[in-house]
């Protein structure tokens, strides 16, 4: 038997080094974020406001980069896209990755169709990357032929799955549409991809002759003056 003289010593613990001005600078540094946040974050109702009174001075408006839309209740959401039912000077609309469900897109499809309380501004609306499902889809399809102001709809990358009903009603629906020049949506349907892109195609011939029939009547006027 090893005689208990001979064994090694134990090695000390580890001391755990506390850096006290390492913490007080990690701690200034949350404070400074939650700071910004707090100073990002809107009063739902005066930017409802400001929106439906047409006070926002840009053509654009993104509403993903107030950091609370993802946090925001779903009517609370809903509440604001109905604001933009009465602006006149928003032509682009970034809803990317905001938290959109089912709900907001049908409040979307509803302004953006034609009519009383309709929308006849927005160009280009950007939706992707958000909760947006098959019920979603439908009312953004059936928008489609009673609106002719959209040029732009994007869609793609939705975190909820879509129905092979609702695309193949998408492609359908926007046959009956002749001004939406670009679409993305992730369609698992080979026949429905192809589809959307022949409309499109044609929705962008269409507009090259309205430019063409456009250009040759502004002409005429100049001729008859010579």
């Keep these: 038997m090893r005689d208990e003289a001979a064994r090694p010593p134990l090695l000390a ?3 755990l080094l506390v850096r ?3 913490i007080r600078e990690g701690g200034e540094i949350v404070d400074s974020v939650l700071q910004r946040v707090r100073a990002t974050r809107i009063d739902l109702d005066a930017e409802s406001e400001r929106i439906a009174h047409d006070l926002v001075d840009e053509p654009s408006y993104i509403a993903n980069s107030h950091t609370e839309i993802n946090g925001m209740a779903s009517e609370e959401r809903c509440s604001l896209l109905r604001a933009f039912a009465t ?3 928003i032509r682009t609309l970034e809803l990317a990755n905001a938290g959109l469900d089912c709900a907001a897109a049908t409040v979307l499809a509803q302004l953006l169709t034609a009519g009383p309380g309709a929308n006849l501004t927005l160009t280009a609306l950007n939706v992707e990357n958000n909760r947006i499902g098959t019920n979603g889809i439908i009312a953004l399809a059936h928008m489609l032929p009673h609106n002719r102001t959209l040029r732009e709809l994007k869609i793609y990358e939705q975190r909820l799955a879509i129905s092979s009903a609702a695309e193949r009603l998408f492609a359908e629906q926007l046959e009956r549409n002749t001004t939406l020049l ?9 026949h429905v991809r192809m589809q959307i892109e022949n409309w499109l195609m044609r ?3 269409l507009r090259r ?3 063409l029939t456009d250009a040759e009547r502004d002409h005429r006027p100049a001729e008859r003056a010579q």
Excluded: D, I, K, Y
Aim: aromatic share 0%.
């Design 13 to 15: 613990a580890p001391t």
């Design 20 to 22: 006290t001005p390492r």
């Design 87 to 89: 602006n006149t000077t």
């Design 182 to 190: 670009n679409v993305t949506l992730r369609c698992r349907q080979l």
């Design 203 to 205: 929705n962008g011939e």
């Design 209 to 211: 002759q309205r430019r």
